[in-house]
């Protein structure tokens, strides 16, 4: 059946009974949408206006006539907050604020070090624990603020340093050291992905979206939180409160990189390297500063197991889920 096309309403998926707005904040669903035929043929309104939305518009202008690159370059020339043409929250003001002030501390190091008579004033070093504190000045944790640079599509300021070193003719290992850890974690998720739907079909959403959480994999049916980890440091106390508040009755998986499942209920980690989990589990006691799910996995039984995939696709198990 034919959308309505005059209807911005959402009908399926994981964003069913929201809106388009919410949809297009999600810029990987929207990659993901415009690949699927179904969506063009059954959603064309739906398809045009992803397809039409660019969302760095709104924050850039047009370069000037001029060769400097100080002057010329874009993100030295976003829009004014007070001269946006969309309508942002009051938490995505001060995410672009903080945004724009630190670009700028970035231009002023070097027009400092060019009234310094630096030889390469474009050699500046990084901001040092800027996320750190975007969490000081707002009482927001950085995810808020990566999620808002996301939605929009605006570079993360490695990349930005990494523009700026260049112009200067320096290699900028910062944003690839980036570039790499996000593909990586990408390739995690991806893998996981296909061995999940594999055992639970249509019963899996993939980055289920509630309560302003995003969850990296979710089976309502057996009611399991999947959620995946490049390594057991990657832990995020905050995120795993919020999900225990956000869908109390559920049970949470964490899929550690390609060699451990730790199953929070049954404080049991399932691993194809027992060892390595056992030194870990054992250096615990001696680390400077553990963390929550240190101290929560230090009792847990550790399990070896050939094939991790046999854990999943059961639907009526205390042990598999």
Known sequence: MNEVLNVDSITFGKYKDKNLADVLRDRKYCEWLLQQDWFETNYEYLFNRVTEYDPKVYFLTECKNDESFLTNYQYFNLVPIEELSINLTDVEKFCYSFYLQTIADLKSKIIEKLANGDSNHYDIKAPSKWLIGFETESGLKRAVFKEFINAYELPNLPYIVEDIKREGGIEYKGARSF??????????????????????????????????????????????????????????????????????????????????????????????????????????????????????IQSYSIMEIEDLSVLFGFKNSTTHE
Request: aromatic share 16%.
């Open 179 to 296: 570039i790499i850890a996000k593909a990586r974690s990408d390739a995690q998720e991806a893998y996981w992905e296909i061995m999940l739907k594999d055992k639970y079909g249509e019963d899996l959403s993939v980055q289920f979206v509630y309560n302003k959480c995003i969850f990296d994999f979710i089976n309502v049916s057996t009611q399991t939180i999947f959620e995946c980890k490049l390594g057991l440091k990657d832990f995020d106390e905050d995120q795993y409160n919020k999900y225990l508040m956000t869908l109390e009755n559920f049970k949470i998986v964490y899929i550690v990189g390609y060699d451990c499942v730790v199953h929070i209920k049954n404080k049991i980690m399932y691993t194809t390297d027992r060892m390595k989990y056992i030194k870990y589990q054992l250096n615990i006691p001696i680390m400077k500063n553990p963390g929550k799910f240190d101290e929560m």
